[in-house]
T-cell receptor, first 111, second 117 residues
């Protein structure tokens, strides 16, 4: 059973388009996260939701909008995609105070 | 200032040898947590081991152990009896502050470990 799943795994799109990445966890965790990994492998947190409430919102362009319909899902919508948005986006989840479990990642390529 | 520093961009080790991956951190919090993750070439992030700042004993998980030296602010990962499958990127990460609510993890730059047969 997949613990944290993301769709799609690969996403290739043109500049200016709007796209969404979906994330689901079946671990019963209260907290979910979005991270961005750039081409140099550097990982940085973008957002975190705890019980559907936005808890962490790092300095991310407002073209990025997370949405959590319930505790098990956290989606990421990106408007007006730019070349610099090309990266691997990871969803993660955790119980309060414990390690984070990551999804397989979504490789976004903006052309 | 960087909160997590991994000074070894790459390491090459012979199979079956032990390997130590360095990690130093910077925080003024008394309560924090340190994590190690493995990222193989397939791309997924795999949790390996956790050390809390108040834990008196070094964490161990199978072949992984964490050499936690609080005064030096270091949390090195030790892999014993390395295997070819250990070849991957390894990331050290820190959670600052208490454990309640969402944990913001700050990651280091990573170390690419290659195990030679």
């Amino acid at each position: 059973d997949t613990a944290v799943s993301q769709t799609p795994k690969y996403l290739v799109t043109q500049m200016g388009n709007d796209k969404s990445i979906k994330c689901e966890q079946n671990l019963g965790h209260d907290t979910m996260y979005w991270y961005k990994q750039d081409s140099k492998k550097f990982l940085k947190i973008m957002f975190s939701y705890n019980n559907k409430e936005l808890i962490i919102n790092e300095t991310v362009p407002n073209r990025f909008s997370p949405k959590s319909p319930d505790k098990a899902h956290l989606n990421l919508h990106i408007n007006s995609l730019e070349l610099g948005d090309s990266a691997v986006y990871f969803c993660a989840s955790s119980r309060e105070g414990y390690e984070q479990y990551f999804g397989p990642g979504t490789r976004l390529t903006v052309t | 200032a960087q909160k997590i520093t991994q000074t070894q961009p790459g390491m090459f080790v012979q199979e079956k040898e032990a390997v130590t991956l360095d990690c130093t951190y910077d925080t003024s919090d008394q309560s924090y947590g340190l994590f190690w993750y493995k990222q193989p070439s397939s791309g997924e992030m795999i949790f390996l081991i956790y050390q809390g700042s108040y834990d008196e004993q070094n964490a161990t998980e199978g072949r992984y152990s964490l050499n936690f030296q609080k005064a030096r602010k270091s949390a090195n990962l030790v892999i014993s009896a390395s295997q070819l499958g250990d070849s991957a990127m390894y990331f050290c990460a820190m959670r600052e502050g208490p454990v309640q609510g969402a944990q913001k993890l700050v990651f280091g730059q990573g170390t690419r470990l290659t195990i030679n047969p």
